[in-house]
């Protein structure tokens, strides 16, 4: 168990939707990171937030959006889904700011499919 | 072109076999992580080295960040071992896994 959660674990939606993912990093993580895993695509970095500011940012498409609150937990909204964002979602968190050099802990992931 | 080239894409041993994974990178990094993805999708990180080796186990990752390639070792490899391992750029650029499939 890593200690980091994602709800919900399987998500399935219409194209044009809306969906929110959620992450909470483990117990004393400040860094999450959001990735996403489709199939040709492998996994790609979306964004990387450190104790409620955005830190990093990767290529996170204009209609996915993250943030994260006070107590640590994360959220990435998708809007306007479209069949090609069908992917697992992975969160992962880190103790510091840096997390690039620090070793990152995953969640189970959320499997988003769009019908 | 992806920047982080792992080989092979597809890896059949025997159990008790020594596994060779290998990952390139074309642009200059102060890290590389080594993560191994089982079937059930879970994503664990392995290994996060800078320079020299680490060992865990039966498992062992070398850099050398001059010659821009990392390798991830197994020995005495086992069918629990069957997994997607991927290797990770400090940047966040990634591999495309290498899936190793251990036969009993």
């Known amino acids: 168990d890593s200690g980091v959660t994602q709800t919900p674990k399987h998500l399935i939606t219409a194209t044009g939707q809306r969906v929110t993912l959620r992450c909470s990093p483990r117990?004393?993580?400040?860094?999450v990171y959001w990735y996403q895993q489709s199939l040709d695509q492998g996994l790609q970095f979306l964004i990387q937030?450190?104790?409620?500011?955005?830190?990093a940012k990767g290529n996170i498409l204009e209609r996915f959006s993250a943030q994260q609150f006070p107590d640590l937990h994360s959220e990435l909204n998708l809007s306007s889904l479209e069949l090609g964002d069908s992917a697992l979602y992975f969160c992962?968190?880190?103790?510091?700011?840096?997390?690039?050099?620090?070793?990152?802990?995953f969640g189970d992931g959320t499997r988003l499919s769009i019908l | 072109k992806n920047e982080v080239e792992q080989s092979p894409q597809n890896l059949t041993a025997q159990e008790g076999e020594f596994i060779t994974i290998n990952c390139s990178y074309s642009?200059?990094?102060?890290?590389l992580h080594w993560l191994q993805q089982h079937p059930g999708g879970g994503i664990v990180s392995l290994f996060m080295l800078s320079s020299g080796k680490k060992k865990h186990g039966r498992l062992i990752a070398t850099i050398n960040i001059q010659e821009k390639h990392s390798s991830l070792h197994i020995t005495a490899s086992h069918p629990r071992d069957s997994a997607v391992y991927i290797c990770a750029a400090n940047d966040m650029r990634f591999g495309a896994g290498t899936r190793l499939t251990v036969k009993p």
């Open positions: 117990s004393g993580d400040l860094s």
């Open positions: 992962a968190s880190s103790v510091g700011q840096g997390g690039r050099n620090q070793p990152q802990h």
């Open positions: 642009v200059g990094i102060s890290a």
């Open positions: 937030y450190y104790n409620g500011e955005e830190r």
